[in-house]
């Protein structure tokens, strides 16, 4: 592989994940939206984590094999998701995942005031799992991310944002606090909306390999289903 160069999908189904990259260290997947990252419950077999794991092992019981989350999406957002092979690389990517670039396709209600900005405040968490906004630093943890207007339609409008620190559902709750939640939001959305999923899409990785430092770069497709909140209406439509 050349330097720079995006790496060729393996497109291998599994279910609600496909594989797009593979070797020694890593795996690189797309994420259908209802599945979780990860989960420490038993009630929850099916997540993204171990699939793989089951994936790695290809049925021997006894393999040690596993998966490693290096980063979480939430069970409603769709995209890519990198997991490691072993806790070194694990280690690895998580210490320099602040320089990864992490680009997501969002459609928000409305019409910013602003085509593009960034936002920056505090992010914190109730009893209740929770997460709001708040400008104080004692209550909360610093969070930055920058958006900018891709298309518009008469009710919504499409953005790609730059996710510049990994909070818990930063993304989410920093566009519903500038007033324009996410589509399909079911905890920071708007009231009544009834869209069959979140319309929240993580669609540009790039980031250097942790052993061969070669650029990595990863494209996942918006699906047809959020490209379609903002396309322009057929004059028969």
């Not at 905890?187 to 390999?209: I, S, T």
């Amino acid at each position: 592989m050349n330097p720079d160069a995006r790496p060729q999908k393996k497109h291998r189904r599994l279910s609600g994940v496909e594989i797009l990259f593979e070797d020694r260290d890593l795996i690189v997947i797309h994420k259908e939206p209802g599945l979780l990252t990860n989960s420490p419950h038993r009630d929850e077999p099916r997540t993204a984590e171990r699939l793989l794991t089951s994936y790695l092992r290809k049925g021997n019981a006894r393999s040690r094999l596993r998966a490693y989350t290096v980063h979480r999406l939430d069970r409603d957002t769709s995209g890519l998701l990198v997991f490691a092979k072993s806790e070194r690389v694990q280690q690895q990517l998580k210490n320099s995942w602040r320089d990864v670039d992490k680009t997501y396709y969002a459609v928000v209600h409305g019409h910013l005031e602003r085509p593009s900005g960034r936002i920056v405040n505090y992010l914190a968490e109730n009893k209740e799992q929770f997460v709001y906004a708040t400008t104080d630093p004692a209550a909360g943890k610093k969070a930055e991310t920058r958006y900018r207007e891709a298309a518009r339609s008469g009710q919504c409008t499409a953005l790609h944002v730059d996710l510049l620190t990994g909070r818990k559902n930063q993304i989410r709750v920093h566009l519903a606090d500038l007033g324009h939640p996410i589509v399909g939001d079911p905890k920071y959305g708007k009231k009544g909306d009834r869209f069959r999923r979140m319309a929240l899409h993580a669609m540009h990785l790039e980031f250097d390999h942790p052993f061969s430092h070669r650029r990595m770069i990863f494209d996942d497709p918006v699906p047809p289903e959020l490209l379609g909140l903002t396309a322009p209406k057929r004059a028969d439509q």
